[in-house]
């Protein structure tokens, strides 16, 4: 599969994003501070650089699980049908869940994902996106702290790719297309 020529503009540097997860995670130490143990849970794969900042600032017990949803296949079109990959390993009934995944766009992934969960009877059930894109919303759902809310824009790094690939960059940029 080819794909067409683009370059990257940064967005959001490694300095804002480590300096909103380092408030972010003051509120969340709030929000557990009485939790036995919390369990966070990252959304594959484009969480994986997001959660593994966050959790190091977290001054919490914290248990860390990964479910994976399948979203936008390798393009750029959000699929309206979620599908669960792969599944936790722990039971989270009577637990401390924290959701934390990259981009709420749509809202379909984060809809099912706190359905699913929400299911399995957890004591409480919260979540975090590192971006939201409200103007693309097609369902309501909103994530509990959100990181940024940026426009609509197709965005790559910190563990965001396109087309797997730009997972690597330490900043987060857009996508701009050139013939
Ligand atoms: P939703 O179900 O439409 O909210 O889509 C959520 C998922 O789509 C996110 O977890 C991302 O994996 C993916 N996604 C949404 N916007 C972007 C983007 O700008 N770049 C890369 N992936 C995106
Ligand atoms: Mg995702």
Known sequence: MSHPRYVIDQMISAKSIAARIEAL??????EFDQTDKLVVVGLLRGSFVFIA?????LDLPVEVDFLEASS?????ESSRE??????????IEGR???VVEDIVDTGHTMK???GLLGARKPHKLRSIALLNKQTRR???VQADWNGFDIPDEFVVGYGIDYAQRDRN???????????
């Open 25 to 30: 995670s003051d509120e969340i130490e709030a």
């Open 112 to 114: 099912h994902v706190l």
């Open 138 to 140: 097609e369902v309501d």
């Open 82 to 91: 979620v599908r669960i990959l792969k599944d936790l390993r722990s039971g």
């Open 169 to 179: 960059l330490p900043y987060i940029g857009k996508v701009r297309f050139i013939d």
């Open 53 to 57: 900042d966050l959790v190091r600032e």
């Open 96 to 98: 401390d869940v924290l």
């Open 72 to 76: 936008y296949g390798d393009g750029m």
